[in-house]
């Protein structure tokens, strides 16, 4: 079936993220190629490619365009990395991973989220994404250790179990502070120790809340 949101689609990469500085080439090609329209809503579908986080069911919401491509880029993936999920949402951001890494583990708290997500992504043959129902803030830690971490929910402060389950070198990417604004933060584990982190500041954001024993209290 002919694709009628392409144009919008190569605008969005080409006005929202290539313009804004993110040069990952692979990135830049995944983001002209994930159909964003099927994981939005039909009745907001018109506003799928606007530069703006949407709401999706249970309140949540799919993320901005701009900062996808931000938190992915720096996972720095070459294509073999196994690469943890945590907040599946639509099922989007999950989708870019899955072009630009080996393997993608993604967990959801939310059931419903994690069962439309799980079929959409089934829908666009992609078979190398695993979702999940579960507190992530425990991450997955029979798949572990993992190459990079996406944490696409905003939490109080940076969860012990993920920074455990960060191999040695890999990229763990985070929205850290407030219940409304966080500050988005990228660590590189350094060593064994799982302590040993090189932090850097990657901007405000502000997304919907990380809930679960190591973030935000679901009340
Ligand atoms: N990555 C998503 C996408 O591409 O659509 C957007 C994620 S949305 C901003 C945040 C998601 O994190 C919500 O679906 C929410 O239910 C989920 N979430 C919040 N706390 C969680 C937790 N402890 N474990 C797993 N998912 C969680």
């Not at 694709?3 to 990952?24: F, N, P, S």
């Not at 572990?144 to 944490?151: E, L, N, R, S, T």
């Not at 905003?154 to 070198?169: C, E, I, K, S």
Request: with cysteine.
């Amino acid at each position: 079936m002919m694709d009628l949101y392409r144009k919008q689609r190569l605008k969005m990469v080409e006005t929202q993220i290539r313009a804004r500085g993110i040069a990952d080439r692979r990135l830049l090609k995944a983001m002209e190629a994930v159909p964003r329209h099927l994981f939005v809503d039909e009745a907001i579908i018109s506003q799928s490619y606007n530069d703006s986080p949407l709401p999706i069911d249970e309140h949540q919401t799919i993320s901005q365009p701009y900062i996808v491509a931000l938190m992915t880029e720096a996972l720095e993936l070459t294509g073999k990395e196994k690469v943890l999920e945590i907040g599946t949402g639509s099922g989007y951001q999950a989708a870019i991973l899955a072009m630009l890494a080996d393997h993608v583990f993604s967990i959801e708290r939310i059931p419903s989220l994690a069962t439309k997500a799980r079929r959409l992504l089934e829908g666009m043959n992609i078979f190398n994404v695993a979702v999940r129902v579960a507190d992530g803030t425990y991450g997955w830690r029979d798949e572990a250790p993992f190459d990079g971490i996406i944490v696409t929910a905003g939490a109080p402060a940076l969860p012990d179990p993920l920074t455990a389950q960060l191999a040695v070198g890999g990229r763990l990417v985070i929205p850290v502070g407030g219940r409304f604004t966080q500050t988005l933060m990228k660590y590189t584990r350094l060593s064994e120790d799982p302590n040993d982190l090189k932090k850097e500041n990657l901007g405000g954001c502000r997304f919907v809340d990380l809930i679960g024993d190591h973030g935000w209290r679901a009340d």
